[in-house]
């Protein structure tokens, strides 16, 4: 499987890449946390992201489809929705809500790839 590395989306003003949501997904995503398999398979998606030549990924079948699952619906949600400020000289977490549809940028060369 293989896919072209998108441009960046912006949240809250700053800017998020595919590469971002996929550590995430990797690290968070309960498929990958399950099993030594997995991790392995999760740990493979992190090498082709951080080796890609020419913003072209490439992964195996089985870490591609691992993969595809885990970016259409992951258990973790595609990126952290808080944000830690202080008030009153306490630190405090405020969540912030992005719709679905701003990931389908990132998350459609994925599901898309052949």
Not at 4 to 22: D, F, L, R, T
Request: contains cysteine; proline residues 7%; positive net charge.
């Amino acid at each position: 499987m293989e896919f072209k590395i998108p441009a960046p989306i912006q949240i809250n003003g700053k800017p998020y890449s595919q590469s971002e949501m996929v550590v995430f997904i990797v690290r968070h995503d309960r498929r990958f946390q399950r099993e030594a398999a997995k991790a392995r398979l999760g740990q493979a998606i992190l090498d082709a992201f951080e080796t890609a030549r020419g913003g072209v990924v490439m992964l195996d079948a089985e870490a591609g489809e691992l993969l595809k699952e885990a970016v259409e619906r992951p258990t973790c949600g595609w990126i952290f929705r808080g944000r830690k400020t202080v008030v009153d000289g306490k630190p405090q977490l405020q969540r912030f809500h992005v719709p679905t549809i701003e990931f389908l940028p990132l998350i459609d060369p994925i599901a898309n790839a052949t």
